[in-house]
T-cell receptor, first 115, second 117 residues
Framework: KAGVTQTPRYLIKTRGQQVTLSCSPI?????VSWYQQTPGQGLQFLFEYFSETQRNKGNFPGRFSGRQFSNSRSEMNVSTLELGDSALYLC??????????????FGPGTRLTVL | AQKVTQAQTEISVVEKEDVTLDCVYETRDTTYYLFWYKQPPSGELVFLIRRNSFDEQNEISGRYSWNFQKSTSSFNFTITASQVVDSAVYFC??????????????FGTGTRLKVLA
């Protein structure tokens, strides 16, 4: 079974630009979560989608948004990029929605650098 | 509020030594889940184990073992006879129901383990 895939793996943008990251979950998994990982803040939860609906949201500004498609693939968008948005963005999928404690499986991440 | 504390920022051991990574959590729920993940230099978090709050049995998987103690709110991870390939950052995580009834993950800050040859 293929794992979680994320594209692109690396991205360089400049301040003010916007970026879209993509995540394909493990086949059969309907829940997709996004995390931001930085050396200073660690792993921070962004949001979770299940059946195309946002189920949970972390404490990030509205510049961070996401969506999920009917095939469970998910995209994350960051508008008006700031230097502080430079981070590793990790996507994780799990079998069922937010009402269970299923383990999450992570993708390799997208490393975003904002110049 | 839920919280996960991994007090050890970095640990260095010599190959074949045993090492224990500590994890202390806080939660008000009676139903919750605890996890350990490994993040090698490649960046991808690898799932190691899940424990629910009603199962306090310790678990052993090869050189890995986990000790879950509700009385001290701890879920410690021991690697026996460490190897260089064990070098990674290890994260402990807690998942409990939010006010909406869905589960949210809270990760600790991670412990960087360096195993020296």
């Amino acid at each position: 079974k293929a794992g979680v895939t994320q594209t692109p793996r690396y991205l360089i943008k400049t301040r003010g630009q916007q970026v879209t990251l993509s995540c394909s979950p493990i086949s059969g998994h309907r829940s997709v979560s996004w995390y931001q990982q930085t050396p200073g803040q660690g792993l921070q939860f962004l949001f979770e989608y299940f059946s195309e609906t946002q189920r949970n949201k972390g404490n990030f500004p509205g510049r961070f948004s996401g969506r999920q498609f009917s095939n469970s693939r998910s995209e994350m968008n960051v508008s008006t990029l700031e230097l502080g948005d430079s981070a590793l963005y990790l996507c994780a999928s799990k079998l069922s929605g937010g009402t269970s404690g299923n383990e999450q499986f992570f993708g390799p991440g997208t490393r975003l650098t904002v110049l | 509020a839920q919280k996960v504390t991994q007090a050890q920022t970095e640990i260095s051991v010599v190959e074949k030594e045993d090492v224990t990574l500590d994890c202390v959590y806080e939660t008000r729920d009676t139903t919750y889940y605890l996890f350990w993940y490994k993040q090698p230099p490649s960046g991808e978090l690898v799932f190691l184990i899940r424990r629910n709050s009603f199962d306090e049995q310790n678990e052993i998987s090869g050189r890995y073992s986990w000790n879950f103690q509700k009385s001290t709110s701890s879920f410690n991870f021991t690697i026996t006879a460490s190897q260089v390939v064990d070098s990674a950052v290890y994260f402990c995580a807690l998942s409990e129901a939010s006010h909406t009834g869905t589960y949210k993950y809270i990760f600790g800050t991670g412990t960087r383990l360096k195993v020296l040859a």
